[in-house]
């Protein structure tokens, strides 16, 4: 919001903390947003009001947020609820255009809606939309979409957002459109390695008169069995998807932090413990509640696993998936899936009533039928004139506060121990901060000469935030080892010790202890140091560790170590190998994440040696696989040939000679890995698997930017993946 905004931002920008003594501010930074195409067609404009010069201060201070707090506990009177109704469709496209009109779907009731939530999944299934988020299919679905719309109102799209195929579009009736402000969207990816898109959510968040609203549309993992998957594929969109706000103080939004959440997608939960033949007899029977005892989703939402506090409404429609495409038949394809409910709507706020929900049979482009539900929706719109009434009051009430004492609180521990901390497992540590008879605005500061107030493996969650009067909030302070601090951790270099300093605007300081140990790990460990490790290395003694990751790659070669270095590290022999014995010909290897429980069993595996096999999926292991490579400090190819590798990239002589170059150590494990990518690709009739797929996975993986160089462009990706894909249309012996 700019300056005439401000307005705007007072009655609503906390709304969804409505009745609460405490505000927060969490402390993680809003991710870069991805690549987007998400320029409006019209630009929403915010409500303007001359209560704006009201405020003596328009920037974030302590009397503005004492205003803005007590405005959301008084909200109930100067607000009223206004009913407006809501269109949520879904569709998922199979990778085709738009043959057919979508009249059926988008425009099938008499009376206008005065809003369309539109949502894609499957919109290309190309390898360059996987990549590269590029596709013309964008455009086709959009104005398919425009064309479609109810002829009886004009419309104003107010935003499109996608993440390769998962696409979804936001329309309000025009004459409408200047109630709608604060448009924000947001992408989350939770395919491999958890950020390819091919799997994920994308949202778009607004306010519509004072209600906050959120619409996420989602594509979670496929498969039956992979009903897990799906329950943390939903989480991670949850805890993943932060909303910027256009004032920098204020804090990212969460979906849950809306009054308003609509949940649309191919959700892919399926029916277990039937047969087809059942299934069938059943949807023929019309039996659909019977039917619905055996729903996975139904399942989950009971043992209270996924959509906590989401309502679905009663499904009278047959199952929307799978489809022979141009038809009405289930599949006939050798594999012949049992029909189920892949596409979903949910919902969960105050005054939502639904009244329809249903599939529409008449588009046959794809095999999944698309869904649509309309909702009227209680909004909240502000009375100008009560609203100007409870501000001013709040105004002379805080007159009399501005001598108040200096703040002044209690916390209920200082020092805290993070006990045996793994790579990549998140742990918590909580403690409260009880205010006393001031007002008081907190913020953990950075120390003199640091740039922040933790070290990177730390966060304080909330980081800063405001207490009412004999208030108090939990502090989760969160613990995490990754790539980018595991190495020093290891190395030793860096210790997990941390002093934090927690400031209170107009009051003291309070020092806190943060300390824990590091359990070493294969994963952060430079290749040439696992090379020289014949043994566990949580077995090893923190001196031999030390000294075998400080030694340099430069005299790793040299015969300066009394035992010969493996050829190359027996953590990745180990998954390779189990994945080249059990997974050769295992579908979507790769492309489909595993789950965060089986990597830390995996993990543990590794860096203790407990067991002869490695236990997991065959997709837990492969993305186990894909992070031990990114964990790398210094890449299979190193930097120091990045820029030319892209320069032969077409050169398969030239580019040979470059990997006959690197430390005996990084070639071994290059020639290794390409010989393992080469016999996958064999079984690609099974596994699905082809050239371009693991060119791009790898070649983003095993060829890496140096620190510092740009992030790389398409064409630079493109370079990448051409220098990998060289490697596995050869056999030839490396010189």
């Not at 033949?277 to 055996?294: G, M, N, T």
């Not at 497992?425 to 913020?443: A, D, H, M, S, Y």
Request: proline share 5%; charged share 25%.
């Amino acid at each position: 919001l700019g300056r005439t905004g401000c307005h705007f931002a007072v009655q609503g920008v906390f709304l969804s903390w409505a009745a609460s003594s405490s505000f927060v501010f969490p402390s993680r930074q809003s991710k870069v947003k991805s690549d987007v195409k998400a320029e409006m067609v019209r630009s929403s404009g915010v409500m303007v009001s001359n209560m704006a010069s009201i405020l003596s201060e328009p920037q974030f201070g302590l009397r503005d947020t004492i205003v803005k707090s007590q405005l959301v506990q008084r909200e109930d009177s100067y607000t009223y609820i206004q009913n407006f109704r809501f269109f949520v469709g879904t569709y998922n496209v199979n990778g085709q255009s738009p043959k057919e009109s979508l009249q059926p779907w988008l425009r099938c009731d008499t009376e206008p809606p005065d809003i369309y939530c539109v949502g894609f999944q499957e919109l290309d299934l190309s390898k360059e939309a996987f990549f590269f988020n590029d596709t013309p299919k964008e455009e086709e679905w959009f104005k398919a979409v425009t064309d479609s719309l109810h002829p009886d109102a004009k419309y104003a799209k107010v935003k499109l957002v996608r993440l390769v195929g998962i696409m979804l579009l936001l329309y309000v009736k025009a004459d409408l459109a200047l109630n709608i402000s604060e448009v924000e969207v947001e992408t989350v990816g939770t395919g491999i390695m958890g950020r390819m898109g091919n799997k994920g959510g994308v949202a778009i968040r607004f306010k519509f008169h004072n209600t906050s609203v959120c619409i996420v549309n989602s594509h979670l993992a496929a498969h039956t069995e992979e009903y897990e998957r799906r329950n943390q594929d939903f989480k991670d969109i949850c805890s993943r998807m932060q909303f910027c706000q256009s004032d920098p103080n204020l804090p990212p939004l969460t979906i849950s932090k809306h009054d308003v959440i609509l949940w649309l997608g191919d959700l892919n939960y399926r029916l277990e413990d039937l047969d087809v033949a059942k299934v069938k007899q059943l949807v023929e029977e019309k039996a659909f509640s019977e039917l619905c005892r055996y729903d996975q989703l139904k399942r989950q939402m009971n043992a209270k696993a996924v959509f906590e506090g989401f309502t679905e409404g009663e499904i009278s429609f047959q199952p929307t998936y799978k489809y022979d495409a141009g038809c009405d038949d289930w599949d006939t394809s050798e594999k012949c899936r049992v029909p189920a409910w892949c596409d979903r709507i949910l919902w969960k706020g105050q005054n939502i009533a639904q009244l329809s929900y249903r599939s529409h049979m008449a588009l046959k482009i794809s095999d999944h039928k698309p869904v649509s539900s309309v909702f009227d929706i209680g909004v909240k719109v502000v009375n100008e004139e009560l609203y100007r009434k409870v501000f001013e009051e709040i105004v002379r009430s805080l007159d009399k506060m501005e001598n108040a004492n200096i703040p002044s609180v209690t916390l209920s521990q200082r020092e805290f121990h993070f006990e045996d901390v793994k790579y990549m497992q998140l742990q918590i540590e909580k403690f409260t901060i009880r205010n006393g008879q001031v007002p008081c605005q907190f913020e953990f500061i950075s120390k003199p000469d640091e740039e922040t107030y933790c070290k990177e493996w730390l966060i304080a969650n909330p980081s800063k935030g405001f207490l009412l009067p004999d208030s108090e909030i939990t502090i989760e302070l969160e613990l995490f080892v990754n790539k980018s601090t595991a190495t020093r951790l290891n190395s030793g270099e860096e210790k997990l010790e941390d002093i934090l300093v927690l400031h209170l605007d107009r009051g003291k300081d309070y020092f806190l202890s943060v300390t824990g140990n590091y359990l070493p790990s294969c994963f952060g460990s430079p290749i040439h140091t696992l090379c020289y490790m014949r043994e566990p290395i949580q077995d090893m003694s923190a001196e031999s560790i030390q000294n075998l990751t400080l030694m340099p790659l430069e005299t790793s070669d040299a015969a300066t170590q009394a035992e010969r270095p493996l050829e190359i590290p027996k953590e990745l022999w180990m998954m390779v190998d189990h994945l080249y014995r059990n997974a050769s010909q295992q579908e979507d290897l790769f492309q489909q994440p595993g789950l965060r429980s089986e990597f830390e069993q995996i993990r543990d595996c590794l860096d203790k040696g407990m067991h002869d096999t490695l236990l997991g999926s065959n997709h837990s292991v492969a993305e186990a696989l894909l992070l031990f490579l990114e964990s790398l400090p210094e890449p299979v190819i190193c930097y120091s040939f990045y820029n030319s590798c892209l320069e032969c990239a077409n050169n398969y002589l030239l580019s040979s000679q470059i990997i006959s170059k690197l430390p005996e150590c990084h070639k071994n494990v290059f020639e290794y890995l390409m010989a393992f990518l080469r016999e996958l690709l064999k079984n690609s009739g099974k596994n699905h698997l082809d050239v371009n797929i693991l060119a791009s996975i790898f070649g983003g993986l095993l060829l890496r930017p140096p620190p510092g160089h740009p992030t790389p462009d398409i064409a630079e990706k493109r370079k990448a993946q051409q220098f990998i894909h060289q490697f596995l249309l050869r056999e030839d012996t490396l010189p």
